[in-house]
């Protein structure tokens, strides 16, 4: 099975601006967390005490690419 590395994640923690579903994104060497509903962005150190499942699983992708 080929390793597909995702550059977005939909995940369940709520955008403190207006409550939709943030997206957890990788750009470049950066992670943050968006929302797509109004266009914020938040950094991941914000959220990293209430991850989900979602996160978690992408932050370790992310770290699987890095080395
Ligand atoms: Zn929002």
């Given at each position: 099975m080929a390793y597909f590395?995702?550059?977005e994640k939909e995940?369940?923690?709520k955008c403190p601006k207006c409550g939709k579903t943030l997206k957890i994104v990788r750009s470049c060497r950066e992670v943050k967390m968006?929302?797509?509903a109004c266009g914020s962005?938040?950094?991941?150190s914000e959220f990293i005490?209430?991850?989900d499942e979602a996160m978690e699983e992408f932050i370790q992708n992310v770290y699987?690419?890095?080395i």
């Amino acid at each position: 099975m080929a390793y597909f590395a995702l550059r977005e994640k939909e995940t369940s923690i709520k955008c403190p601006k207006c409550g939709k579903t943030l997206k957890i994104v990788r750009s470049c060497r950066e992670v943050k967390m968006r929302c797509d509903a109004c266009g914020s962005s938040w950094p991941l150190s914000e959220f990293i005490n209430q991850a989900d499942e979602a996160m978690e699983e992408f932050i370790q992708n992310v770290y699987i690419d890095r080395i």
